[in-house]
């Protein structure tokens, strides 16, 4: 998981791109960097940490031209650490092209081998994203005739490298000389949201991101999000084209975005994330009536901030008083997407604490969005028995995670996964609570789905095993967790 924009101007966009990085950097905290194009010269800037503390004015000054593109990190495949792993990559032919990706390749072997033995084409990194960016490279040079690219070429390039990749991957491009380029894997398992506005002259802006607030932010009216297996083209004037790229295309976006991932004031394939979420915590009230009637909850509080909408919505469907019981510093990132079990454990507590006036002498129902590997769990129920409260009941607006997610998400490990061979009362002494409630698969289908049609189908491998994208077997699963566990 990563955020990534695109921006095509009538101005220069490296204030635009900076800000909606700002907007997106939930979406990723290890590494940051922005690209511009100017006339047929790209400038760019990349370094680790997050966006405000990153770019300095003299890194601003040389991101010059009008169009551009951005991305903020969250490694799951790579090194977190190495710096030359932060995107966007770069490649000198054809043409010149900078990419940014966000998702992850399931085919990383049989694509290095390809790309070294048959194209002829070097790696410098372990980055999935330089893979793609060299697939796309490699197939625009094949499919250029003549002395120009258009768009007929371009995506007769991208429908190879939907051929080619396998896995998720929702991407922009920037083509030197000619323009931008987005695309999203055949089944839209990332989001990728496509925005318009007029310039004060009347000329076409557009702009491609990860989530719908950063098109609201910067005044751009929604025009769609990018169909599964498109290929959208924008020329430096303006001009904009765009094609299907893949014959066997279905929208089955990922369940963790509306889960943890999204703000909530995202729209994503057309379902609000707030609305979602607010919907997990109806269907978790009738877990809680089904699976602990007699037990008393005085008070409902949340884990702040993912799990606040469906823990104020159980509240008022139990009819109990809802509290925010732990005050959050907002000065530490998500402890979910930080690298290295350690450092998710340390920031826990940075991250959060528990006020004694809300918990002694209370039996207290926590609410939270999901419970992975259980570290912040397990932190969050001693805080809440430290400040007196009489018992604790722990409850998860998503199903069990059981199963490592290949698609994007930092979870490469059974054995780091708490419920992965464990019954809910065994999870439930490891976090030290009195009892531990679960959301079914069935009901996160249930309250994610409600209201529309154009969604009849979420990725949920994490929490039911079955894979959708790429040919994920056994043998896959053990090479992923023998070379990728964090």
């Given at each position: 998981m990563c955020g990534i924009v695109?921006?095509?101007?009538?101005?220069?966009?490296?204030?635009?791109?900076?800000?909606s990085l700002l907007l997106l950097q939930h979406r990723g905290q290890d590494?940051?960097?922005i690209a511009t194009l100017e006339g047929d010269f790209f400038h760019m800037a990349k370094m680790k940490g997050q966006v405000r503390e990153g770019y300095r004015t003299r890194d601003m000054r040389q991101l010059m031209g009008n169009v551009g593109l951005g991305h903020v990190r969250y490694a799951t495949k790579g090194d977190a650490a190495r710096e030359e792993e932060a995107q966007p990559f770069?490649?000198?032919?054809?043409?010149?092209?900078?990419?940014?990706?966000?998702?992850?390749?399931?085919?990383?072997?049989?694509?290095?081998?390809?790309?070294?033995?048959?194209?002829?084409?070097?790696?410098?990194?372990?980055s999935d994203t330089e893979l793609l960016l060299n697939v796309l490279a490699n197939e625009l040079q094949t499919s250029i005739k003549g002395l120009s690219l258009d768009a007929e070429q371009v995506f007769e390039a991208v429908t190879r490298l939907h051929e080619?990749?396998?896995?998720?991957?929702?991407?922009?491009?920037?083509?030197a000389g000619y323009g931008l380029i987005a695309f999203r894997?055949?089944?839209?398992?990332?989001?990728?949201?496509?925005?318009?506005?007029?310039?004060?002259?009347?000329?076409?802006?557009?702009?491609?991101?990860?989530?719908?607030?950063?098109?609201?932010?910067?005044?751009?009216?929604?025009?769609?999000?990018?169909?599964p297996g498109e290929a959208i083209l924008i020329r430096a004037d303006g001009t904009m084209a765009s094609q299907q790229c893949a014959p066997n295309t279905s929208l089955v976006p990922c369940a963790f975005e509306y889960i943890y991932l999204a703000r909530p004031d995202s729209v994503l394939s057309g379902i609000s994330v707030y609305d979602a979420?607010?919907?997990?915590?109806?269907?978790?009230?009738?877990?809680?009536?089904?699976?602990?009637?007699?037990?008393?909850?005085?008070?409902?509080?949340?884990?702040?901030?993912?799990?606040?909408?469906?823990?104020?919505?159980?509240?008022?469907?139990?009819?109990i008083e809802y509290r925010e019981g732990f005050f959050k510093n907002r000065y530490v990132g998500r402890t979910f997407i930080m690298p290295g079990q350690a450092v998710r454990k340390r920031s826990v507590r940075q991250k959060l604490n528990a006020m004694h006036i809300e918990f002694k002498g209370k039996d207290v129902l926590l609410v939270d969005d999901s419970i992975v590997r259980g570290t912040t769990s397990r932190e969050i129920v001693e805080m809440a028995r430290a400040a007196g409260?009489?018992?604790?009941?722990?409850?998860?607006?998503?199903?069990?995670?059981?199963?490592?997610?290949?698609?994007?998400?930092?979870?490469?490990?059974?054995d780091e996964l708490i419920a992965h061979g464990?019954?809910?009362?065994?999870?439930?002494?490891?976090?030290?609570?009195?009892?531990?409630?679960?959301?079914?698969?069935e009901g996160m289908n249930r309250a994610i789905l409600a209201g529309q049609d154009t969604v009849t189908k979420l990725e949920e491998s994490c929490f039911t095993g079955e894979y959708i994208a790429g040919n994920i077997d056994e043998e896959y699963l053990a090479w992923v967790e023998a070379t990728q566990t964090s």
């Open positions: 695109g921006i095509v101007s009538s101005e220069p966009v490296n204030q635009q791109i900076y800000d590494s940051t960097g770069y490649v000198g032919a054809p043409y010149g092209i900078i990419l940014v990706h966000n998702g992850n390749l399931t085919n990383t072997r049989e694509l290095t081998a390809e790309l070294y033995n048959v194209d002829r084409r070097h790696l410098n990194t372990h080619r990749v396998d896995g998720s991957y929702a991407a922009i491009a920037l083509i894997d055949p089944k839209g398992i990332r989001p990728l949201v496509l925005g318009h506005r007029l310039s004060e002259a009347g000329t076409d802006e557009w702009v491609v991101a990860s989530e719908s607030l950063v098109l609201e932010s910067g005044g751009y009216e929604i025009v769609r999000d990018v169909e979420r607010l919907r997990m915590g109806d269907v978790l009230a009738e877990r809680i009536r089904e699976e602990l009637p007699g037990v008393n909850i005085d008070v409902v509080m949340p884990i702040p901030d993912s799990g606040r909408p469906a823990a104020m919505q159980l509240a008022r469907n139990l009819g409260a009489r018992s604790v009941i722990f409850a998860s607006a998503a199903p069990p995670v059981l199963f490592p997610h290949v698609y994007g998400i930092n979870m490469p490990s059974r464990r019954t809910p009362a065994e999870i439930a002494a490891e976090l030290g609570a009195d009892h531990l409630i679960y959301q079914t698969v």
